[in-house]
């Protein structure tokens, strides 16, 4: 049941309850026009981005929960809340949280989250951010009370130049678009270069225009001749252009990041640690394959639970501050137990290297390792991070 108060929707889905049982509630805070989510970005299912609402993944996380939740006493209860805009969403939860949700999910762009950090005060909830990739959230923009699913953009970009470096792919082309956000890919992506060994061969600029005297800055043919290399990264956000760039390449040659081997958080083949059983569970709950944002919402919902039934007595202030700690191990599906990193609330998690039709390799690799734990060799390590919590 749908209802429209205020500016925001709202809905929920419950557990079976037991007539005892404590209720668990969990907030999830979502745009109503979110163009992330537009039907027709949907259909052309670009490589790592959303193939659907994060709720679907919630939702089956809810379900999975069912006896862990009874086993404490608990029922879990999912309370969804949709916003015209940021600032209706920072509202949204705030108003969750005055109504004793001490958990709320953001499915909301940058700007909405960083709202939303702002207005919720840390006593109050604790946020958990399951779409939106920006460093600067996990950086100078981060929040005490704020943590973060999905894999950061330096995360993905590191996970993917460390597949370069072991396969010894060590000379690239780098493609870039004229958007922003582009530009903050190609410079993740030369960041990580420098990180684990890889050099440009070239770096070059696209550009998607109906003007002809620009027609060559969209002739992949043209963009990728010159200078022998060992792989094409291609550095767009939106997808269109990079669909175009495999197997149209002057010389043939691999192609990485928006497309050809893109570093994900999940793939619908993933096919180890209990993979194919979630997937199927998820098509069966969602009647589509689960993406990597489906899994940020499902791991979100699980951590909570883990949070709360390992000391389903003890205050809202502790359960958090064990969650942030990284003190809690949180089954992923995707081998290594997962935990959030205390100095800027990021999910720390192996990232899959991913085509169309399978994993190709799981970073981080073989060889690349850390002092404390070898999945900080992905994004932003406690030294560098830009985060003051």
Known sequence: ????????????????QPAAA???????????????????????????????????????????????????????KLEAAEARDAQAAA???????????????????????RAAARTVKPADALLLNVSADDDALRGEGCAPHLLHTLPSRRMQADALMQ?????????????????????????????AARRFGVAWAAQRDFRLSNDPRERELANVRLLTGGPDHDVVIVADADGEFARTVPYATQLPRPVAGANGLTAMAWHRAWE?????????????????????????????VKAVVEAVTRAPKAPFAEQAKALRSGDIAIDGFKGPRLSFRPW?????QPVLLAHPDGVAAVAPLDGFLHPKNNLDTLGADAPESACRR
Request: charge should be positive.
């Open 1 to 16: 049941m749908c209802v429209l108060l205020a500016g925001i929707a709202t809905a929920t889905a419950t557990a079976a």
């Open 272 to 300: 180890r640690h209990g993979g194919p059983q979630l997937n199927r569970r998820f098509v069966k709950a969602a009647g589509r394959p689960m993406s990597g944002h489906d899994w940020a919402g499902w791991v979100a």
């Open 22 to 76: 404590s209720e668990l509630r969990i907030g999830v805070i979502s745009l109503a026009d979110d163009p992330r989510y537009e039907p027709r970005r949907l259909e052309q299912r670009y490589p790592g981005h959303p193939e659907g609402r994060p709720f679907d993944g919630m939702r089956v996380a809810a379900a999975e929960s069912r006896l862990a939740l009874e086993a404490a006493g608990l029922t879990l």
């Open 344 to 348: 800027d609330g990021q999910l720390r």
């Open 91 to 113: 509202q949204a939860a705030a108003a969750l949280a005055r109504q004793g949700v001490r958990y709320i999910v953001l499915d909301l762009p940058a700007d909405a989250v």
């Open 163 to 191: 597949a370069l470096a072991a396969r010894k792919w060590r000379k690239a082309l780098l493609l870039t678009g004229p958007a922003p956000e582009d530009r903050a890919w190609q410079a993740l992506y030369q960041q």
